[in-house]
Nanobody
Framework: QVQLVESGGGLVQAGGSLGLSCAAS????????MAWFRQTPGKEREFVAA????????YYADSVKGRFTISRDNAKNTMYLQMNSLKPEDTAVYYC??????????????????WGQGTQVTVSS
C-alpha cells in the first residue's frame, strides 16, 4: 500500500518544543484521513490529532489542545506535528497513521490501515 516513516523524535525538557514529520511513499493514493497516535508500554494506542485531506479540519485530543498543531503538505506527501509546551506525560512512541477512506471514528486506531514504525518522544523535567 503506502509506506509511512516518522522522524523528529528525541529528548526534550518539559516546556520545550519538538516537531515530528511523517513522510509517505510507495503507492500513489490520496490519504483523506491522517492522524497521529501515541503509545506507552502496557497501554493502548492513544489518539493525539487528526487532519483531513484539505487540511481545513483538524482534531485534537483534549490532552494536547492548545499545545500541538497538526498539518500536512500533500505536494510533499508529508504530515507534521508541532509539539509545544511539552509535558512529561507526553512521553511516548508517536505513530503516523493514514487511510484513504473516512470510515469510523477518526480518533480510533481501527479506522486506519497504514502505520509508520513510530518515533520516540521523551520529555524530562
Amino acid at each position: 500500500q503506502v509506506q509511512l516513516v516518522e522522524s523528529g523524535g528525541g529528548l526534550v525538557q518539559a516546556g520545550g518544543s519538538l516537531g515530528l514529520s511523517c513522510a509517505a511513499s510507495g503507492r500513489t493514493v490520496t490519504m483523506y484521513r491522517m492522524a497521529w497516535f501515541r503509545q506507552t508500554p502496557g497501554k493502548e494506542r492513544e489518539f493525539v490529532a487528526a487532519i483531513t485531506w484539505s487540511g481545513g479540519s483538524t482534531y485534537y485530543a483534549d490532552s494536547v489542545k492548545g499545545r500541538f498543531t497538526i498539518s500536512r503538505d500533500n505536494a510533499k506527501n508529508t504530515m507534521y506535528l508541532q509539539m509545544n509546551s511539552l509535558k512529561p506525560e507526553d512521553t511516548a512512541v508517536y505513530y503516523c497513521a493514514a487511510d484513504p477512506r473516512s470510515i469510523g471514528y477518526r480518533s480510533s486506531s481501527t479506522s486506519y490501515n497504514n502505520w509508520g514504525q513510530g518515533t520516540q518522544v521523551t520529555v524530562s523535567s
